[in-house]
């Protein structure tokens, strides 16, 4: 079935870099995306890859994909107490050859300490 | 250029009333979609909306609908409320149907 799998929590200090870590079900996916969210807020859009591509890097954030293995991953370099937050990845299904609806992960909590 | 406005952002209702949100998409996106989040269940989407009609459906029951306007402006109606229908309720615009999805603050719903 359609499923995004992410680790639940990540804990890092400040000033180091974060990885987490996504795997999704749906080869046909053209889009993969990180979303961010603060308690009590939306769903900010960080970033998002093609999947032709195998890297894609925006100022502290570094996206990789491997498209054999199903798995993306963000890296946050030099994190940040700001950067606290529910991170989610989110594949976009395909049906047959029309763009569906967000699949969403259940969210990698990433706390950063000082 | 203003972002995804939802209105209101919390609301209470009592089991069995029924509830109308409403989202206003970023100007210039033609495609609403509508997703519920709830700790359990996390985020699920309910529903999608381009130029006025509905493109595709999750996996929720007839209490929950939508509509579009010619606007872009789209509005959810859940009906006969439950207390599992408690959530954050999350509207996202994008400009067409399959490119990013940009999300507004959420209608924070809590069935009594």
């Known amino acids: 079935g359609e499923d995004v799998e992410q680790s639940l929590f990540l804990s890092v200090r400040e000033g180091d870099s974060s990885v987490i870590n996504c795997t999704y079900t749906d080869s046909s996916s053209t889009y993969l995306y990180w979303y961010k969210q603060e308690p009590g807020a939306g769903l900010q859009l960080l970033t998002y890859?093609?999947?032709?591509?195998d890297m894609k890097q925006d100022q502290r954030l570094t996206v990789l994909l491997n498209k054999k293995d199903k798995h993306l991953s963000l890296r946050i370099a030099d994190t940040q107490t700001g950067d606290s937050a529910i991170y989610f990845c989110a594949e976009i299904l395909n049906y047959g050859g029309s763009q569906g609806n967000l699949i969403f992960g259940k969210g990698t909590k990433l706390s950063v300490k000082p | 250029k203003a972002g995804v406005t939802q209105t209101p952002r919390y609301l209470i209702k009592t089991r069995g009333q029924q509830v109308t949100l409403s989202c206003s998409p970023i100007?210039?996106?033609?495609?609403v979609s509508w997703y519920q989040q709830t700790p359990g269940q996390g985020l699920q989407f309910l529903f999608e909306y381009f130029s006025e009609t509905q493109r595709n459906k999750g996996n929720f029951p007839g209490r929950f609908s939508g509509r579009q306007f010619s606007n872009s402006r789209s509005e959810m109606n859940v009906s006969t409320l439950e207390l599992g229908d408690s959530a954050l309720y999350l509207c996202?615009?994008?400009?067409?149907?399959?490119?990013?999805?940009?999300f507004g603050q959420g209608t924070r719903l809590t069935v009594v």
């Open positions: 996202a615009s994008s400009p067409n149907m399959d490119t990013e999805a940009f």
């Open positions: 100007s210039g996106h033609r495609s």
């Open positions: 890859i093609f999947s032709n591509m």
